[in-house]
């Protein structure tokens, strides 16, 4: 069985481990947002990306979802007192090897998706892990800024130092349009026997994928299910609200539905307190979606799949 899955951080991150549990023996390709990419300190960032792979391979700061297991911050400390910033970004020292490790590669001339599979030999997710594109993309928000007018910051600023609580004018995905898909995305998605979206942010997360030229076209000739991010009218974690509401788009599980559309969505699933959403062209099922634990998670998974199979013609199980 060969899966594909659209992911962003930590809530695409612990799906997929429940996906590996409910179906050990697939083949699994995870395309990876790099929206989210950042230079900080001369380096480059990819938080999506490390956290899928922290998370599958076993180095993940499971407390917080993100960040490296045992950390320290003595790096930080130390820029902080030469009065080099930000501050609001928490790179540990840990953290700090493979943003070294893969801005040398890139500067060296390797392409990020080759960087990205150099690291993961150390870690060993377990999936096949690409970056959505090569090529340089970074979301930025456009805000009214109480001091200095209508402006655009990267969305790590507005997500991680503001806490979205500038209300968001617009979110752009910086470059998506002139971008191409890395080698072996599109490929991945044609083999696949379905595309599975985690509850991953619709906007900032599998949105900024899906803007790539050639993805969404390429995996809504899919099987597709999705599960919902949202439970009964709230995001399971983060922000997501106030990202949806900058796209004009409601947060319910109908609402982001409606937002992907039955021409990408074959299957949703939503939460039990959302029992009883229909939207047409996409078959919906209601199931607890809370990943409160392995066997939860794992579940969450199981029931996708099963969807997904259900909907391609095969047994459901």
Not at 195 to 208: A, C, D, E, F, K
Not at 224 to 229: A, E
């Amino acid at each position: 069985m060969r899966i594909v899955a659209l992911a962003g951080g930590i809530g695409g991150a612990r799906f997929l481990r429940g996906l590996q549990a409910a179906a050990p023996e697939a083949d699994i390709t995870v395309i990876g947002n790099t929206g989210d990419d950042i230079s900080l300190f001369g380096l480059r960032v990819c938080p999506d990306l490390d956290t899928v792979m922290y998370t599958l391979g076993g180095g993940i700061n499971e407390e917080q979802g993100w960040g490296r297991a045992g950390e320290s911050f003595t790096v930080k400390e130390e820029l902080l007192a030469y009065g080099v910033g930000p501050s609001w970004f928490g790179l540990g020292d840990r953290d700090f090897a493979t943003h070294i490790v893969r801005t040398q590669m890139l500067a060296a001339g390797y392409e990020l998706s080759a960087v990205t599979e150099a690291l993961c030999d150390r870690w060993k997710p377990g999936v096949r892990l690409i970056p959505m594109t090569d090529d340089q993309v970074e979301t930025h928000v456009v805000v009214d800024d109480p001091e200095h007018g209508r402006r655009a910051i990267h969305f790590q600023e507005w997500w991680v130092r503001l806490r979205a609580a500038l209300p968001a004018r617009s979110i752009v995905p910086v470059g998506a349009e002139e971008a191409r898909p890395a080698p072996g995305v599109l490929k991945a998605i044609e083999s696949a026997d379905f595309v599975l979206l985690p509850p991953s942010n619709p906007v900032v997360s599998v949105g900024t994928i899906l803007a790539i030229p050639g993805i969404r076209d390429a995996v809504a000739a899919k099987t597709v299910v999705g599960v919902s991010p949202i439970i009964g009218g709230a995001p399971v974690r983060g922000m997501a609200d106030a990202c949806l509401t900058a796209i004009g788009v409601e947060t319910s599980a109908r609402a982001v539905a409606e937002h992907y559309g039955p021409d990408l969505l074959d299957g949703w699933l939503v939460d039990e307190a959302d029992a009883g959403v229909a939207v047409d062209g996409i078959a919906v099922r209601s199931r607890p979606l809370l990943m409160s634990d392995a066997g939860a998670t794992r579940a969450i998974a199981a029931a996708a799949v099963g969807l997904a199979r259900e909907l391609s013609g095969g047994p459901a199980a």
